[in-house]
């Protein structure tokens, strides 16, 4: 038993010695042998131990390769990944940025939005035919001026070139108290003044550029400006100055018409361009429809400028009698200028007022701004039928007022009155005596 005991412990104590000397012995044992086998086959350097090798080296390098690539591949997907998930807000952000943007471009198609500037006050449309008082006018010519205007800022003013009777006033108080600048209505006291100062003849040519020339028919045609801003330079002041003072510029043009404004003709060339926009443009004179259409009655009835009476009864009407203000020496030339009026109808700026090739219309548009207010000219007068008649329109406001819509509403009136069979019948003048005041 005793000595059972002992060799037990013995076998105990040294036990765990012995197997950790084996273990190292066998570790050792087995790197010595690697190593000599690495020692032996680079030694050896056979062709098939090489290739063996490289084919080792190659594989593990591309299983490394593709390692890191599936890792980089990896890497790319998740940054494209985040990048859509980035962008996806950004799109949502800019399709909610688009919807606001067409949103507000419906909010201000239907007004609600700031209103777009304009450098007009006056409005375009207005009830023109408040406030008239139609006592002795001609019913039939102010019911077709009065149709024509519409809902128009403006006025129309007829009148019979024979007598310088006003037959009707639409607005009376604009023809009566508005005086504005001209605009290219001037054109005719421009010309009319240059034919009789000999500046040009009825077939003259003016050469305005290297390859521009142009007679008068056709720049009062298409209103041409440069052709009389050249006229008005040659003019000179003085000279353009006495005739359109002659013609009834700067002075009343009715008899004892009630609160009518004389205009203003300057007394000198306006610093803005001189004469050159005086002649063009009407630049620093204000005119009135009232003036304007003194002034183409002379042009219709061959030179005399009557004095426009407003009768305002039936024993008015009975008992008027034409009153010649003074004669103007432009029966000569009035075949040289009526031909491009005629034109301007025809074919040119007026062309909205043509109606009818039987029933020919002479006149002149006329756009500009004066001021706070767009001004849209006509000026004009029917060149047949024994009963001739004087229509001038005037419109006042900002967008869609111009000449050549002004025109229009001139040519309705011609129009209207025709289909009446008005222009047939001849006015019978009661007393037949004219008078001079």
Not at 125 to 141: H, I, Q, R, W
Request: with cysteine; aromatic share 8%.
């Amino acid at each position: 038993m005793p000595r059972v005991l002992i060799g037990c412990l013995l076998i105990a104590v040294f036990w765990p010695a012995a197997y950790a000397g084996a273990s190292s012995a066998l570790t050792r044992t087995t790197k010595t042998s690697t190593r000599a086998t690495a020692v032996t086959a680079k030694a050896a350097g056979t062709g098939s131990q090489k290739q063996n090798a490289r084919a080792a080296v190659k594989s593990s390098g591309r299983t490394t390769t593709g390692t890191a690539r599936d890792a980089e591949s990896g890497v790319q997907k998740q940054h494209t990944t985040v990048r859509k998930a980035a962008v996806q807000p950004r799109q949502a952000t800019a399709s909610r940025s688009t919807a606001a943007r067409a949103s507000n471009r419906r909010t201000s198609k239907s007004g609600r939005s700031r209103k777009r500037y304009s450098p007009w006050t006056v409005p375009t449309f207005a009830p023109s035919t408040d406030g008239d008082n139609v006592d002795g006018e001609d019913l039939v010519v102010r019911r077709a001026a009065v149709e024509a205007l519409g809902p128009y800022n403006g006025t129309v003013v007829a009148v019979d070139p024979s007598t310088g009777r006003i037959l009707t006033m639409v607005n009376q108080k604009l023809a009566l108290t508005g005086s504005f600048q001209p605009c290219s209505t001037v054109k005719i006291y421009v010309a009319l003044a240059a034919l009789s100062e000999g500046l040009i003849g009825r077939d003259s040519v003016l050469r305005l550029s290297r390859r521009v020339r142009m007679d008068l028919t056709e720049a009062m045609a298409h209103s041409n400006n440069p052709y009389f801003g050249v006229l008005g330079v040659k003019l000179g002041y003085e000279r353009f100055a006495y005739y359109a003072r002659l013609y009834g510029l700067g002075e009343p043009a009715g008899l004892n018409l009630e609160g009518e404004n004389p205009g203003v003709f300057p007394d000198g060339p306006p610093k803005n361009g001189g004469m050159w926009m005086m002649a063009s443009f009407g630049e620093g004179i204000s005119q009135t429809p009232l003036q304007l259409a003194a002034f183409l009655s002379a042009l219709a009835n061959g030179g005399t400028l009557y004095y426009l009476q407003y009768p305002r009864s039936e024993r008015e009407i009975e008992e008027f009698v034409p009153r010649v203000k003074r004669r103007l020496d432009i029966a000569r030339w009035i075949p040289a200028i009526r031909p491009g009026l005629a034109a301007a109808v025809e074919y040119g700026t007026a062309r909205r007022a043509f109606y009818a090739p039987e029933a020919p219309i002479c006149g002149k548009t006329g756009t500009c701004t004066d001021k706070t207010t767009h001004l849209g000219w006509f000026g004009s007068y029917g060149d047949f039928g024994p009963s001739k008649l004087v229509v001038v329109v005037l419109m006042t406001g900002g967008h869609g007022v111009s000449g050549p819509t002004a025109a229009e509403i001139a040519g309705a009136v011609y129009r209207r009155l025709f289909e009446q069979n008005y222009f047939a019948q001849r006015r019978l003048l009661s007393p037949a005596l004219l008078l001079s005041r």
